[in-house]
């Protein structure tokens, strides 16, 4: 049974970093693409970062350009996002989504797994 589980958010300053870590479990790993995105209460879901099989391929959504890095730890079947210079906007619940494309991540919702989310709260 895949499952992904996030783990990482909590509450920080404006400014600060953290980094979001997704663990997966139950699905071939290295054949999945693999992204983070966001909601904020009342909101659609959206996206954020989404990192290709072998990690050489990442795409960003341009509110966290230059903020925010994805990678991932194939052996490790892990994903990270490192999230820099955060700001009060950027308070929402993470969400960790495996699926066949990274690109297709950035424009469609439709994912094949998703994790439960891990809640970052960054105030000014």
């Known amino acids: 049974q895949a499952q992904l589980v996030e783990s990482g958010g909590g509450a920080v300053q404006a400014g600060d970093s953290l980094r979001l870590s997704c663990a997966a479990s139950?699905?071939?790993?290295?054949?999945?693409?693999m992204g983070w995105f966001r909601q904020a209460p009342g909101k659609e879901r959206e996206f954020v970062a989404a990192i290709g099989w072998f990690g050489t391929t990442t795409y960003y959504a341009d509110p966290v350009k230059g903020r925010f890095t994805i990678s991932r730890d194939n052996p490790a079947n892990k994903i990270y996002l490192k999230m820099n210079n955060l700001t009060p906007e950027d308070t929402v619940v993470y969400y960790c989504a495996a699926d066949l494309s990274a690109q297709r991540m950035t424009r469609d919702l439709n994912m094949a797994f998703w994790g439960e989310g891990t809640q970052v709260t960054v105030s000014s």
């Open positions: 139950g699905i071939s790993f290295s054949s999945y693409a």
